[in-house]
């Protein structure tokens, strides 16, 4: 189990003067509940979310208390890529829950190999319904089962586990192999290439005098 500690907040506290001492403004959710104003150093925050992500239940220490809880949501700063706050979802390890998971490519596909195909991934994330114990953390598609240009691999090609249920639609592409677009080659244009309206009608014109004569 993963553990992360945290103090509770005091809300006239401001959100930058809390970054500035090295601590996230964060919340914890929980259903019929008020929502836990907390704070949580940055350091230890970070090594969590490398080791948890958004589908590893962390064990949340505050005050005395313990909140089995899932990253749920979290900003970052577009620039330093810092986190800026975090939504905890507290929840109940006897109850199944939905969460994303991520997806892990792996493998080479004969299509991209051999006849120079490019893999396009359509999502990469899947969404799985389990106990918050048995969420994978990850799930792995293995492309080498594409060995055809416009070959798929869908959802339902995922292998069945019988620790969590994939939820997304089994008809969902995941990935598809396809030919490269040939690049399209534009001829310049000259300036004696270049019709203007005047000369376009008076070319109209003409043409149609000679037709009548």
């Known amino acids: 189990m993963i553990n992360l500690n945290a103090n509770i907040r005091e809300l006239s506290l401001k959100p930058d003067a809390l970054r500035a001492s090295g601590l996230i403004p964060a919340e914890i959710y929980s259903k019929g509940f008020n929502n836990l104003h907390i704070a949580v150093p940055a350091k230890e925050f970070n090594k969590v979310f490398e080791k948890a992500g958004e589908n590893t239940v962390v064990d949340l220490l505050v005050g005395g208390n313990t909140y089995s809880v899932l990253i749920h949501d979290y900003q970052k700063h577009p620039i330093s890529d810092q986190f800026l706050a975090v939504d905890f979802l507290q929840i109940r390890l006897d109850e199944k829950i939905i969460a994303p998971i ?95 309206e005047g000369e376009a009608k008076r070319a109209e014109s003409t043409k149609t005098k000679d037709e009548d004569s």
């Open 102 to 196: 991520p997806l892990v490519f792996i493998g080479e596909s004969s299509a991209v190999k051999e006849m120079e195909g490019i893999l396009v991934k359509s999502m990469d994330k899947i969404e799985v319904e389990a106990l918050p114990s048995n969420l994978p953390h990850e799930i792995e598609i293995d492309i080498s089962a594409i060995k055809e240009i416009d070959g798929s691999i869908y959802v339902r090609d995922i292998p069945k586990s019988g620790n969590y249920e994939i939820i997304t639609d089994s008809d969902t592409v995941i990935a598809t192999v396809v030919i490269p677009e040939e690049e399209i080659v534009v001829a310049p244009v000259g300036v004696e290439d270049i019709v203007t």
